[in-house]
């Protein structure tokens, strides 16, 4: 071998290169002038919908709010009320979710919101929270950063409180992966949404799932049938009961979030096709 090409191969390997190598061996510094290189390098990336709100408050400045708000607790006679010309975010975990949620609830797990909620949430609509804590101090703080400052209050006790009080609530089915596979065996013509991004879906993924990023929902929605069963899946589940929730609020009746998702997946024999096609 070159001992030229030994050292990079050293360098490049490891966590430190020079600018020199670099210019001799990175694919991405070989092309011959600039055109080139934004042609075969550069991609339009996703413009979540909060950018325009992020833009505005740049430009005329956000507001002052001081400390972080305390939001009001709700009972659930007073949550039911305001939900009539509100947002109902539920942050809980996926079970619980798919379990019993205050209906119209938009699904997005408490750690997923700054990835997340910017897509789904609008601006011009106060928010109401359920949540598993007795006070979502770190939600409130993750939609102050994302401009979401008109925010109503939380469920007092949750959705304990919310049945003791004779409420309704709704349900999304859930299966685990093992069910999924199994039922794959004698049913070969099921509808599997993933809702994982390009670069995951590229990787791996179930045969002849159909394919949109939750990030896409928004615009892409109607693509997904509502005349069968549509069975969900995403990295972990998380998403896919996000947009499980958004597809219930739109009528959509017969939804399944499978559970692991291809995390769970994966460890166990299930088909996999890997790479793109």
Known sequence: ???????????????????????????????????????????????????????????????????????????????????????????RIESGFGTAHVPNAIYIREKSIPSFAGWFLPYDSPILLVSDMDSPEQTVRSLIRLGYDNLGGFLLDGMHAWHSAGFGSKCIRMVTVQELCHFLDSHKDIWILDVRSESEVSRSRIPNAHHIHITQFPIQMDEVPKDRVVYIFCGSGLRAMTAASLLQNRGWKDIIVILGGMTGWNSIICPVEYGKK
């Not at 020079?18 to 070989?30: C, D, M, S, V, W």
């Not at 909060?50 to 956000?62: H, I, P, S, T």
């Open 1 to 91: 071998m070159d001992p030229g090409l030994s050292a990079a191969v050293l360098f490049l390997d490891g966590l430190f290169t020079t600018i020199g190598l670099e210019r001799l061996y990175n694919p991405k510094l070989q092309y011959k002038d600039k055109n080139e290189f934004v042609d075969n390098v550069s991609k339009e990336l996703e413009r979540p919908p909060y950018f325009r709100q992020m833009e505005k408050l740049n430009v005329e400045g956000a507001p002052i709010l001081g400390v972080l708000p305390v939001l009001p607790p709700l009972s659930p006679a007073e949550f039911a009320e305001k939900a009539r010309n509100s947002i109902v975010l539920d942050t």
